[in-house]
């Protein structure tokens, strides 16, 4: 009951500061607090230092993919939920915030994209499908897989297109736990996709990998041996 009351009286005290003074006037430690005394009900200090000394900040927390979160049973199934929106909602609201509607080059893709993979800690192909003019109609996560491996569905990518109708697209992945240079797999599962798709009418114009400090176009790295055949679209890039 005591440890009740005083987490209680945490929760007040942290909101009053928040409310006053804004996040700015917190410490990381504070503001993890004031997260977890929504979810947690008890111990809220010795959890959240717990956490920050395991992982050293709230953003490296919300990276955590959920099954260890929950594997650590440090945490109930509610923080948990709260932790992993707070990458949700930092990952909508960059993407609302760069206004980006049209991609017509490489570096506008990155940009996009670097949003997009905000907060996620598995490898994920995400696909986004262009209509005439680069104008952004679509995109979604496709697939997922471990922080080291994905399997991509060649049947998915064109039904994704395919429903959009349209026939440009990109295609990207993550390494969370590595650089973004292409290795032998991305490039064979590349030129298989652009081969597959052009049987549907649906052409990849970049293939962008988000590495965990970096990130590359595949059509600016492999241009002249992948992305040969593929049509002038006015997507720009530099041929490296």
């Not at 997260?35 to 000394?53: A, M, V, Y």
């Not at 919300?62 to 707070?86: E, F």
């Not at 994209?113 to 598995?122: C, D, E, P, T, W």
């Amino acid at each position: 009951m005591n440890e009740n009351k005083k987490d209680k009286s945490l929760k007040e005290q942290l909101t009053k500061k928040y409310l006053n003074n804004g996040l700015v006037s917190m410490s990381e430690n504070e503001i993890l607090q004031l997260l977890l005394s929504f979810s947690e009900r008890k111990n809220i200090s010795d959890i959240s230092e717990s956490l920050l000394k395991r992982y050293g900040s709230i953003s490296n927390i919300s990276k955590v993919d959920t099954k260890i979160l929950l594997k650590d049973n440090i945490l109930n199934n509610q923080s948990v939920v709260l932790i992993k929106l707070i990458a949700v909602m930092s990952r909508l609201y960059n993407i609302d915030k760069s206004n980006i509607n049209r991609i017509d080059c490489v570096q506008t893709a990155i940009d996009f994209l670097k949003n997009y993979y905000i907060g996620v800690s598995s490898e994920k192909i995400a696909v986004i499908a262009l209509e005439s003019g680069l104008i952004i109609k679509d995109y979604c996560f496709i697939s997922s897989g471990t922080n080291e491996d994905v399997k991509v569905s060649c049947r998915d990518i064109s039904k994704f297109a395919l429903s959009n109708d349209v026939d440009m697209i990109i295609i990207a992945h993550n390494h969370p736990l590595g650089e973004s240079k292409p290795s032998q797999a991305d490039i064979a599962t590349t030129k298989q996709l652009i081969k597959i798709l052009k049987n549907v009418g649906v052409v990849i114009i970049d293939h962008i990998i988000i590495g965990q400090n970096d990130c590359s176009s595949m059509r600016e790295i492999l241009n002249d041996s992948l992305f040969k055949d593929i049509p002038d679209c006015g997507y720009k890039y530099d041929i490296k």
